[in-house]
């Protein structure tokens, strides 16, 4: 089974850009596709986006979507989620999760995570 770690989290002004990584291990690795969730404090986990393990195709929650960019490198078995013109809203744990059949945006279907990492923007 595949194991994820996120990095890249971190704080940032409103308007500015940050990028995190989703290290995927194990030698299944490139057989998963891949999903990036947020949780902020005192709300339930939301969906950002989705990588299929081909990389052909990607999926944005509408809050996030013309803003966020998700990639994966195959070589580096890394999934990317570049986030761009972040706003205070944007403050969240931010969780990579993987799945072979492809990633729901029903958090609760997925079992496999990251232990995620904090992004904070402030005003």
């Known amino acids: 089974q595949v194991q994820l770690v996120e990095s890249g989290g971190g704080l940032v002004q409103a308007g500015g850009s940050l990028r995190l990584s989703c290290a995927l291990s194990g030698r299944t690795a490139s057989s998963y596709a891949v999903g990036w969730f947020r949780q902020a404090p005192g709300k339930e986990r939301e969906f950002v986006a989705a990588?299929?393990?081909?990389?052909?195709?990607?999926a944005y929650g509408s809050s996030v979507r013309g803003r966020f960019a998700v990639s994966r490198d195959q070589a580096k078995n890394t999934v990317y989620l570049q986030m761009n013109r972040l706003k205070p809203e944007d403050t969240a744990f931010y969780y990579c999760a993987a799945d072979r059949e492809g990633i729901s945006t029903d958090y609760r279907l997925l079992k496999i995570w990251g232990q995620g990492t904090l992004v904070t923007v402030s005003a």
């Open positions: 990588i299929r393990r081909s990389a052909d195709s990607a």
